[in-house]
């Protein structure tokens, strides 16, 4: 067998929130067949700017525009499709996004499922490390106030 080819990819996403009586809400988009759930996000495409492909990108995966009010940093990981013999090395830049409105009923068909979730369940259910270290972030900022 040769050896793996390495490649680079530069994806966007967001935090989406709304506070209700019930406390701070996340959305979580549910992927491979159901048994994954993690943050929206996707490849940011040839000369678009990180914000706009996530604000792009969680609409297609979520059904819903979100305002962005604060960046969340990025995370980096590597993942392998043996199909394809490729490695590859992941950048996600994050990014705090406030409710503005739609519906998870017109999420792609990426996501098997758009939902919401209180914040520190939806830090429960994600599958990813990354995705856990972004959502303490988001809570961080938004429980001190410190989301612009």
């Known amino acids: 067998m040769r050896p793996a080819r390495l490649k680079r990819q530069v994806s966007a996403g967001g935090v989406v929130f709304r506070r209700d009586a019930d406390g701070i809400k996340v959305i979580l988009v549910s992927?491979?067949?159901?048994?994954?759930?993690?943050?929206p996000k996707g490849l940011i495409e040839k000369g678009e700017p990180p914000?706009?492909?996530?604000v792009?990108?969680?609409?297609?995966?979520?059904?819903?525009?979100?305002r962005i009010v604060d960046g969340l940093g990025t995370i980096s990981y590597w993942y392998f499709?043996?199909?394809?013999?490729?490695?590859?090395?992941k950048t996600v830049h994050f990014?705090?996004?406030?409710?503005?409105?739609?519906?998870t009923e017109d999420h792609d068909w990426e996501v098997n499922e758009a939902s919401w979730f209180r914040i520190d369940d939806a830090l429960k259910m994600v599958k990813y490390k990354g995705d856990r270290e972004v959502?303490?972030?988001?809570?961080?900022?938004?429980?001190?106030?410190?989301?612009?």
Not at 81 to 89: F, V
Not at 135 to 148: I, M, S
Request: no cysteine; hydrophobic share 30%.
């Open 51 to 54: 914000d706009v492909a996530a």
């Open 135 to 148: 959502l303490e972030r988001a809570r961080e900022r938004l429980l001190t106030g410190d989301a612009k």
């Open 95 to 103: 990014y705090l996004m406030e409710y503005a409105g739609g519906t």
């Open 81 to 89: 499709l043996k199909d394809e013999n490729t490695k590859y090395h």
């Open 31 to 39: 992927v491979k067949d159901g048994s994954v759930w993690t943050l």
């Open 56 to 66: 792009r990108e969680v609409q297609e995966e979520t059904g819903l525009e979100g």
